[in-house]
């Protein structure tokens, strides 16, 4: 087993060195499919632990000898984005199980972030269309583009709000797949296409994306509904052969 814990954290190594044993008898499940998600207490502080699936043959080997695993990934990526003051669930540890040389089971541990929402309630419309909301969340992925932080998986779900007496906090999480570089311009506004949103919320992001950018606002806009269009065409396309594939 390999473990790496933050410092602040130190005094849990004990309960983290065990968890991989008692991971499936522990805490409360948010949420269980392809990986896991726990929130578990353990000295008055709440964890959130994210259990990764067993990887395939091919996975097993490149993440044991070429790459560094989601879980590690997860952690370091978590301690960059707070040097660069980006919101981020506070990291804890990663925890990696080998069985026959490779990797197995994986386990990322943070803090549980408390929040009322996630940007998917709003382009949902399971809360109010909010312009300023909107803008607000638009000056947080500028800023971060900004410090050089690409998050390739910058679907709705994975972007935490808490409404604050006079600010709104925006956090990030599903860490394991950010970049960390110059960004073009073409990165940063193909970035919004995976929120999967209507033109009224493009329209709005672009318009103070283009502000910010100090950039024309119709060509700003054109480009990220047509990268939006884009991407829903690709991911239609690939659901429509699957579900061909099924029906065989």
């Known amino acids: 087993m390999r473990i790496d814990i933050n410092p602040k954290y130190k005094h849990l190594q004990s309960f983290l060195e065990k968890l991989p044993d008692n991971f499936n008898v522990l805490g409360s499940s948010l ?28 996975n097993k080997i ?29 990291p804890v ?7 026959n040389g490779f990797i197995n089971h994986s386990y990322y541990i943070s803090l549980q972030l408390e929040y009322d929402y996630t940007i998917r309630e709003l382009i949902t419309g399971k809360i109010p269309f909010n312009t300023a909301l909107l803008e607000d969340f638009t000056q ?7 410090k050089g ?11 935490l709000i808490k409404q604050l ?12 797949r950010l970049k960390f570089k110059q960004l073009r311009l073409v990165d940063k506004l193909k970035n919004f296409s995976q929120l999967w949103a209507d033109e009224k919320f493009l329209k709005v992001i672009a318009r103070k994306y283009a502000q910010l950018s100090n950039l024309d606002s119709v060509y700003v806009e054109k480009q990220i509904i047509n990268f939006d269009q884009n991407h829903k065409a690709k991911k239609l396309r690939k659901k429509k052969i ?3 594939f099924k029906k065989k």
Do not use: M, W
């Open 31 to 58: 949420y269980k499919g392809r990986n896991e998600i726990k929130t578990i207490e353990i000295d008055g502080i709440i964890l959130n632990v994210k259990s990764f699936k067993i990887p395939h043959l091919v």
């Open 62 to 90: 490149a993440y044991t000898y070429i790459r560094k695993s989601k879980a590690e990934k997860s952690f370091k990526y978590g301690l960059k984005l707070q040097e660069l003051g980006i919101n981020t669930p506070e």
């Open 93 to 99: 540890a990663f925890i990696i199980c080998y069985k």
């Open 140 to 146: 947080f992925t500028f800023n971060n583009h900004q």
């Open 149 to 159: 932080v690409l998050h390739q998986d910058y679907s709705p779900g994975n972007i």
């Open 165 to 176: 007496d006079e600010r709104t906090l925006f956090s990030i999480v599903d860490i394991n």
């Open 242 to 244: 699957k579900s061909l």
